[in-house]
Protein backbone atom coordinates (compact mmCIF):
# COMPACT_ATOMS: atom_id res chain seq x y z
CA UNK A 1 0.00 0.00 0.00
CA UNK A 2 1.78 3.70 -0.92
CA UNK A 3 1.55 6.58 1.50
CA UNK A 4 -1.36 7.93 0.06
CA UNK A 5 -3.81 5.36 0.05
CA UNK A 6 -2.69 4.72 3.36
CA UNK A 7 -4.10 8.18 4.23
CA UNK A 8 -7.52 7.62 2.48
CA UNK A 9 -7.84 4.23 4.57
CA UNK A 10 -6.64 6.15 8.10
CA UNK A 11 -9.12 9.51 7.11
CA UNK A 12 -11.84 6.80 6.20
CA UNK A 13 -11.81 4.61 9.63
CA UNK A 14 -10.75 7.70 11.92
CA UNK A 15 -13.71 9.54 10.48
CA UNK A 16 -16.27 6.26 11.26
CA UNK A 17 -16.74 3.08 9.23
CA UNK A 18 -13.96 1.09 9.92
CA UNK A 19 -13.37 -1.20 12.76
CA UNK A 20 -9.30 -2.32 13.07
CA UNK A 21 -6.13 -2.45 11.30
CA UNK A 22 -4.93 -5.38 12.23
CA UNK A 23 -2.14 -7.74 11.64
CA UNK A 24 -1.47 -11.68 12.56
CA UNK A 25 1.68 -12.65 11.46
CA UNK A 26 2.89 -16.62 12.45
CA UNK A 27 6.61 -17.20 13.02
CA UNK A 28 8.94 -19.95 13.86
CA UNK A 29 12.07 -19.94 15.87
CA UNK A 30 15.31 -18.51 14.19
CA UNK A 31 17.13 -22.13 14.34
CA UNK A 32 13.86 -23.84 12.28
CA UNK A 33 11.07 -25.60 13.07
CA UNK A 34 11.26 -27.75 16.35
CA UNK A 35 14.20 -26.25 17.72
CA UNK A 36 13.88 -24.88 21.60
CA UNK A 37 13.18 -21.20 22.76
CA UNK A 38 12.94 -19.71 25.65
CA UNK A 39 9.77 -18.01 26.84
CA UNK A 40 9.87 -14.80 29.51
CA UNK A 41 9.49 -16.40 33.28
CA UNK A 42 7.71 -14.43 36.22
CA UNK A 43 6.92 -15.43 39.81
CA UNK A 44 9.25 -18.17 40.78
CA UNK A 45 10.42 -19.09 37.44
CA UNK A 46 7.38 -20.01 36.10
CA UNK A 47 6.07 -19.57 32.18
CA UNK A 48 2.38 -17.39 31.57
CA UNK A 49 0.94 -20.56 30.05
CA UNK A 50 -2.77 -20.86 29.43
CA UNK A 51 -5.62 -23.27 27.90
CA UNK A 52 -6.68 -21.16 24.63
CA UNK A 53 -9.31 -22.16 22.03
CA UNK A 54 -8.23 -21.97 19.02
CA UNK A 55 -9.95 -22.63 15.62
CA UNK A 56 -12.61 -24.70 17.59
CA UNK A 57 -9.74 -26.67 18.87
CA UNK A 58 -8.09 -26.59 22.67
CA UNK A 59 -4.46 -26.11 22.66
CA UNK A 60 -1.85 -25.13 25.45
CA UNK A 61 -0.79 -21.28 24.82
CA UNK A 62 2.52 -19.87 26.58
CA UNK A 63 3.48 -16.09 26.51
CA UNK A 64 6.63 -15.07 24.73
CA UNK A 65 5.85 -11.39 24.94
CA UNK A 66 3.07 -9.94 26.64
CA UNK A 67 1.46 -6.82 25.74
CA UNK A 68 3.42 -4.25 27.94
CA UNK A 69 6.57 -6.00 26.52
CA UNK A 70 5.76 -4.80 22.91
CA UNK A 71 4.68 -1.21 23.63
CA UNK A 72 7.98 -1.03 25.33
CA UNK A 73 9.62 -2.49 22.26
CA UNK A 74 7.30 -0.08 19.72
CA UNK A 75 8.11 2.76 22.33
CA UNK A 76 12.46 2.25 21.65
CA UNK A 77 12.19 1.63 18.37
CA UNK A 78 10.02 5.48 18.15
CA UNK A 79 12.78 6.63 20.65
CA UNK A 80 15.54 5.64 18.20
CA UNK A 81 14.09 6.79 14.98
CA UNK A 82 13.67 9.79 16.66
CA UNK A 83 17.70 10.10 18.18
CA UNK A 84 18.45 9.20 14.38
CA UNK A 85 16.67 12.10 13.10
CA UNK A 86 13.97 9.71 11.44
CA UNK A 87 10.78 11.14 13.22
CA UNK A 88 10.74 14.59 14.37
CA UNK A 89 8.04 13.81 17.45
CA UNK A 90 7.61 15.26 20.94
CA UNK A 91 10.01 13.42 23.65
CA UNK A 92 10.56 14.93 27.06
CA UNK A 93 14.60 13.84 28.15
CA UNK A 94 16.08 14.41 31.38
CA UNK A 95 19.51 13.18 32.33
CA UNK A 96 20.77 12.84 36.29
CA UNK A 97 23.77 11.20 37.58
CA UNK A 98 24.25 8.99 34.35
CA UNK A 99 20.75 8.04 33.78
CA UNK A 100 19.14 9.30 30.36
CA UNK A 101 15.02 9.13 30.64
CA UNK A 102 12.56 9.83 28.30
CA UNK A 103 8.59 9.81 28.03
CA UNK A 104 9.30 7.19 25.76
CA UNK A 105 11.28 4.95 28.55
CA UNK A 106 9.88 5.46 31.95
CA UNK A 107 7.24 2.96 32.79
CA UNK A 108 4.07 5.05 33.30
CA UNK A 109 4.82 7.75 30.10
CA UNK A 110 3.28 11.17 31.11
CA UNK A 111 2.18 10.56 34.27
CA UNK A 112 5.14 8.19 36.36
CA UNK A 113 6.60 9.97 39.11
CA UNK A 114 9.80 10.46 37.29
CA UNK A 115 8.37 13.27 35.45
CA UNK A 116 6.42 14.18 38.21
CA UNK A 117 9.58 15.24 40.32
CA UNK A 118 11.39 17.12 37.73
CA UNK A 119 11.15 20.82 36.58
CA UNK A 120 9.59 21.63 33.71
CA UNK A 121 10.24 26.03 32.36
CA UNK A 122 11.20 27.03 36.06
CA UNK A 123 8.22 24.89 37.89
CA UNK A 124 7.64 21.55 38.94
CA UNK A 125 6.50 19.88 36.19
CA UNK A 126 2.63 19.02 37.10
CA UNK A 127 2.62 22.92 38.11
CA UNK A 128 3.75 24.28 34.98
CA UNK A 129 1.44 25.47 32.19
CA UNK A 130 1.79 23.15 29.75
CA UNK A 131 2.07 20.40 32.25
CA UNK A 132 -1.04 21.87 34.22
CA UNK A 133 -2.57 21.13 30.31
CA UNK A 134 -1.78 17.46 30.79
CA UNK A 135 -2.71 16.66 34.18
CA UNK A 136 -6.36 17.64 33.33
CA UNK A 137 -6.14 16.08 29.75
CA UNK A 138 -8.50 12.98 28.90
CA UNK A 139 -9.67 11.15 26.06
CA UNK A 140 -12.01 13.47 25.01
CA UNK A 141 -10.30 16.23 25.85
CA UNK A 142 -6.74 15.38 24.47
CA UNK A 143 -5.51 18.32 22.32
CA UNK A 144 -1.80 18.26 25.48
CA UNK A 145 -1.58 14.47 24.98
CA UNK A 146 -1.34 15.23 21.22
CA UNK A 147 1.03 18.08 21.50
CA UNK A 148 3.36 16.84 23.79
CA UNK A 149 2.92 12.85 24.53
CA UNK A 150 1.19 11.34 21.30
CA UNK A 151 2.41 7.68 22.44
CA UNK A 152 0.09 7.31 25.76
CA UNK A 153 -2.66 7.73 23.11
CA UNK A 154 -1.56 4.61 21.46
CA UNK A 155 -0.01 2.69 24.04
CA UNK A 156 -2.32 4.34 27.22
CA UNK A 157 -1.94 6.01 30.20
CA UNK A 158 -2.70 6.22 34.16
CA UNK A 159 -2.73 9.33 36.19
CA UNK A 160 -2.39 6.58 39.77
CA UNK A 161 -1.13 9.23 41.25
CA UNK A 162 -3.47 12.44 41.15
CA UNK A 163 -5.68 10.73 43.66
CA UNK A 164 -9.00 11.57 41.70
CA UNK A 165 -10.58 8.27 41.98
CA UNK A 166 -13.11 7.71 39.35
CA UNK A 167 -11.96 11.09 37.77
CA UNK A 168 -8.14 9.77 37.51
CA UNK A 169 -7.28 10.23 33.74
CA UNK A 170 -7.21 7.09 31.98
CA UNK A 171 -6.44 6.38 28.45
CA UNK A 172 -7.71 2.99 26.84
CA UNK A 173 -4.62 1.80 24.65
CA UNK A 174 -5.34 1.59 20.80
CA UNK A 175 -2.29 -0.36 19.84
CA UNK A 176 -2.06 -4.03 21.09
CA UNK A 177 0.19 -6.83 20.69
CA UNK A 178 1.08 -10.03 21.95
CA UNK A 179 3.36 -13.08 20.85
CA UNK A 180 2.25 -16.42 22.19
CA UNK A 181 3.87 -20.10 20.99
CA UNK A 182 0.93 -22.31 19.92
CA UNK A 183 0.58 -26.16 21.25
CA UNK A 184 3.86 -26.19 23.11
CA UNK A 185 5.53 -28.93 25.17
CA UNK A 186 7.84 -27.53 27.94
CA UNK A 187 11.74 -28.99 27.92
CA UNK A 188 14.57 -29.34 30.70
CA UNK A 189 17.84 -26.92 31.49
CA UNK A 190 20.77 -28.40 32.40
CA UNK A 191 23.99 -26.92 33.91
CA UNK A 192 27.29 -27.93 34.72
CA UNK A 193 30.60 -26.55 35.08
CA UNK A 194 34.26 -27.75 34.84
CA UNK A 195 36.72 -25.46 37.20
CA UNK A 196 40.00 -24.83 34.85
CA UNK A 197 41.67 -24.93 37.86
CA UNK A 198 40.54 -27.76 39.42
CA UNK A 199 39.55 -26.43 42.90
CA UNK A 200 38.37 -28.94 45.00
CA UNK A 201 35.69 -28.49 48.22
CA UNK A 202 37.82 -27.24 50.96
CA UNK A 203 36.63 -26.13 54.29
CA UNK A 204 37.56 -23.10 56.55
CA UNK A 205 39.86 -21.48 53.99
CA UNK A 206 37.41 -18.99 52.43
CA UNK A 207 36.19 -15.66 53.65
CA UNK A 208 34.59 -12.71 52.46
CA UNK A 209 35.47 -9.46 52.03
CA UNK A 210 33.04 -6.93 54.01
CA UNK A 211 31.34 -4.16 51.99
CA UNK A 212 33.64 -5.66 48.90
CA UNK A 213 33.59 -8.05 45.68
CA UNK A 214 36.46 -10.10 46.74
CA UNK A 215 37.52 -12.71 49.34
CA UNK A 216 40.29 -13.59 50.91
CA UNK A 217 42.18 -16.71 51.56
CA UNK A 218 42.07 -18.09 55.38
CA UNK A 219 45.35 -19.56 56.25
CA UNK A 220 44.12 -23.18 58.21
CA UNK A 221 46.61 -23.08 61.02
CA UNK A 222 44.56 -20.39 62.37
CA UNK A 223 40.93 -20.89 60.83
CA UNK A 224 39.19 -21.54 64.04
CA UNK A 225 41.45 -19.99 66.48
CA UNK A 226 42.21 -16.16 65.66
CA UNK A 227 39.89 -15.14 62.75
CA UNK A 228 37.04 -12.89 63.43
CA UNK A 229 33.62 -15.04 63.74
CA UNK A 230 32.11 -16.28 60.63
CA UNK A 231 35.62 -16.15 58.60
CA UNK A 232 36.80 -19.03 56.19
CA UNK A 233 33.25 -20.30 56.09
CA UNK A 234 32.30 -19.87 51.96
CA UNK A 235 32.12 -22.77 49.78
CA UNK A 236 34.51 -22.47 46.34
CA UNK A 237 30.96 -22.36 44.74
CA UNK A 238 30.04 -19.30 46.42
CA UNK A 239 32.92 -17.35 45.16
CA UNK A 240 32.15 -19.14 41.42
CA UNK A 241 35.50 -21.36 41.41
CA UNK A 242 35.49 -25.20 41.68
CA UNK A 243 32.86 -27.75 39.86
CA UNK A 244 29.59 -27.51 39.24
CA UNK A 245 27.92 -31.00 39.53
CA UNK A 246 25.50 -31.43 36.59
CA UNK A 247 22.06 -31.20 37.13
CA UNK A 248 18.16 -31.03 35.09
CA UNK A 249 15.22 -29.00 36.07
CA UNK A 250 12.26 -30.30 36.36
CA UNK A 251 10.22 -30.69 33.17
CA UNK A 252 6.83 -29.48 34.96
CA UNK A 253 8.07 -26.78 36.62
CA UNK A 254 11.39 -25.84 36.07
CA UNK A 255 12.21 -23.04 33.18
CA UNK A 256 13.76 -25.13 30.74
CA UNK A 257 12.26 -23.82 27.23
CA UNK A 258 9.85 -24.87 24.89
CA UNK A 259 8.92 -26.27 21.80
CA UNK A 260 6.30 -25.59 19.57
CA UNK A 261 4.01 -25.65 16.56
CA UNK A 262 4.37 -22.50 15.50
CA UNK A 263 4.50 -18.86 17.53
CA UNK A 264 2.20 -15.68 16.31
CA UNK A 265 2.47 -12.08 17.35
CA UNK A 266 -1.23 -10.60 16.82
CA UNK A 267 -1.03 -6.56 16.44
CA UNK A 268 -4.72 -4.66 16.61
CA UNK A 269 -4.51 -1.10 16.28
CA UNK A 270 -8.17 -0.46 17.14
CA UNK A 271 -9.64 2.57 15.14
CA UNK A 272 -12.78 2.24 17.58
CA UNK A 273 -11.11 3.49 20.14
CA UNK A 274 -8.72 6.28 18.26
CA UNK A 275 -12.45 7.77 17.54
CA UNK A 276 -13.14 8.39 21.39
CA UNK A 277 -10.03 10.71 20.91
CA UNK A 278 -11.45 14.42 20.82
CA UNK A 279 -8.89 17.36 20.77
CA UNK A 280 -11.01 20.80 20.88
CA UNK A 281 -9.14 23.68 20.81
CA UNK A 282 -8.21 26.91 23.23
CA UNK A 283 -11.76 28.12 23.08
CA UNK A 284 -12.61 24.49 24.07
CA UNK A 285 -14.67 24.27 20.26
CA UNK A 286 -13.48 21.21 18.33
CA UNK A 287 -14.98 19.56 14.96
CA UNK A 288 -15.59 15.93 13.24
CA UNK A 289 -12.19 17.18 10.58
CA UNK A 290 -9.86 18.46 13.17
CA UNK A 291 -10.33 15.42 15.41
CA UNK A 292 -9.89 12.74 12.19
CA UNK A 293 -7.12 14.65 11.39
CA UNK A 294 -5.52 14.44 15.08
CA UNK A 295 -6.88 10.27 15.14
CA UNK A 296 -4.87 9.49 11.90
CA UNK A 297 -1.47 11.32 13.13
CA UNK A 298 -2.18 8.70 15.97
CA UNK A 299 -2.97 5.91 14.07
CA UNK A 300 0.24 6.35 10.98
CA UNK A 301 2.51 6.56 14.37
CA UNK A 302 0.93 3.29 15.80
CA UNK A 303 1.85 1.50 12.37
CA UNK A 304 5.25 2.93 11.74
CA UNK A 305 5.95 1.72 15.22
CA UNK A 306 4.78 -1.62 14.35
CA UNK A 307 6.56 -1.68 10.91
CA UNK A 308 9.87 -0.48 12.46
CA UNK A 309 9.13 -3.85 14.76
CA UNK A 310 8.27 -5.93 12.26
CA UNK A 311 11.98 -4.53 10.03
CA UNK A 312 14.11 -4.52 12.94
CA UNK A 313 13.40 -8.54 13.93
CA UNK A 314 12.25 -10.87 16.64
CA UNK A 315 14.95 -11.13 18.78
CA UNK A 316 13.13 -10.84 22.24
CA UNK A 317 15.86 -12.09 24.57
CA UNK A 318 18.18 -14.72 24.83
CA UNK A 319 17.34 -18.12 22.96
CA UNK A 320 14.37 -16.50 21.85
CA UNK A 321 14.94 -15.50 17.99
CA UNK A 322 11.78 -15.49 15.86
CA UNK A 323 11.28 -15.42 11.86
CA UNK A 324 8.07 -14.75 10.18
CA UNK A 325 6.95 -17.49 8.10
CA UNK A 326 6.27 -14.92 5.24
CA UNK A 327 5.76 -11.42 4.99
CA UNK A 328 3.93 -9.62 7.43
CA UNK A 329 0.57 -8.19 6.12
CA UNK A 330 -2.07 -6.11 7.19
CA UNK A 331 -6.06 -6.26 7.07
CA UNK A 332 -8.55 -3.15 7.23
CA UNK A 333 -11.42 -4.61 8.91
CA UNK A 334 -14.83 -3.10 8.41
CA UNK A 335 -17.62 -3.00 10.51
CA UNK A 336 -18.11 -7.13 10.31
CA UNK A 337 -15.78 -9.69 10.46
CA UNK A 338 -15.76 -10.71 7.17
CA UNK A 339 -15.61 -6.72 5.21
CA UNK A 340 -11.68 -7.23 5.04
CA UNK A 341 -9.07 -6.16 2.59
CA UNK A 342 -5.90 -7.23 3.01
CA UNK A 343 -2.10 -5.04 2.17
CA UNK A 344 1.35 -5.11 2.75
CA UNK A 345 3.23 -1.82 4.12
CA UNK A 346 6.71 -0.93 5.23
CA UNK A 347 8.28 1.92 7.61
CA UNK A 348 8.90 3.76 4.45
CA UNK A 349 5.43 4.51 3.34
CA UNK A 350 4.15 4.51 7.00
CA UNK A 351 6.44 7.18 7.80
CA UNK A 352 5.26 9.73 4.73
CA UNK A 353 1.36 8.62 5.85
CA UNK A 354 2.54 10.53 9.03
CA UNK A 355 4.40 12.85 8.07
CA UNK A 356 0.86 13.40 5.61
CA UNK A 357 -1.47 12.79 8.47
CA UNK A 358 0.63 15.69 10.29
CA UNK A 359 0.20 18.03 7.54
CA UNK A 360 -3.55 17.67 7.29
CA UNK A 361 -3.69 18.04 11.12
CA UNK A 362 -1.47 21.60 10.98
CA UNK A 363 -4.22 22.73 8.63
CA UNK A 364 -7.10 22.04 11.09
CA UNK A 365 -5.07 23.85 13.77
CA UNK A 366 -3.73 20.74 14.76
CA UNK A 367 0.20 20.50 15.96
CA UNK A 368 2.95 18.64 18.48
CA UNK A 369 6.22 19.92 19.69
CA UNK A 370 7.97 18.12 17.02
CA UNK A 371 11.83 17.57 19.47
CA UNK A 372 13.30 17.15 22.55
CA UNK A 373 11.74 18.55 25.73
CA UNK A 374 14.40 19.38 28.12
CA UNK A 375 13.82 18.84 31.84
CA UNK A 376 15.83 19.53 35.06
CA UNK A 377 15.45 16.89 37.78
CA UNK A 378 14.11 18.33 41.24
CA UNK A 379 17.21 18.69 43.86
CA UNK A 380 15.21 16.10 45.85
CA UNK A 381 15.62 13.38 43.28
CA UNK A 382 19.17 14.28 42.45
CA UNK A 383 19.86 13.84 45.94
CA UNK A 384 17.90 10.87 46.38
CA UNK A 385 19.40 8.84 43.03
CA UNK A 386 23.12 10.34 44.21
CA UNK A 387 22.45 8.25 47.62
CA UNK A 388 20.60 5.27 45.91
CA UNK A 389 23.35 5.07 43.34
CA UNK A 390 26.32 5.08 46.90
CA UNK A 391 27.57 8.60 45.59
CA UNK A 392 26.85 10.10 48.52
CA UNK A 393 27.27 9.39 52.41
CA UNK A 394 24.48 8.82 54.81
CA UNK A 395 23.61 12.29 55.05
CA UNK A 396 24.01 15.15 57.04
CA UNK A 397 26.04 16.94 54.01
CA UNK A 398 24.05 19.93 53.05
CA UNK A 399 21.47 20.20 55.42
Not at 171 to 194: K, M, W
Not at 225 to 239: F, M, T, V, Y
Not at 246 to 268: F, L, M, N
Not at 349 to 368: F, Q, S
Request: include cysteine; glycine fraction near 10%; aromatic fraction near 6%.
Amino acid sequence: MTADELIQVLNRGCAGGLTAIRSVTKLQPAGGAGDKIFPPTYDKGTYAWETRKLDGQTVQTVLLDSVQSQANRFEELLLDAFRSGRLAMPVFEMRLAGHDVTSLTVPHRVHDAILRDSIWDGKPFRESENGKRLVSARAWSATAFFEFAPTVLLFGTWDSQSGGGVNTAKVARSLVSEIIAIDFVRGVRTSSRIDPLGIKLVPEVIAKVEGAEQWKFVDPAIAGKKAKKGEGNLRPSEINHGNVTPSITDRETGPGGITCREAVQTTVLSLTQLRKLHFPSEDGSTSLERDAAGRAVIAALGLLAVTLHQEDGYQLRSRCQLVPSEAPRFEVIGRTEKERDTFELDSAAAETALRGALETARKAGLTWHAGSISLQPRPDLVKLVAYSDGTTGGGGEGE
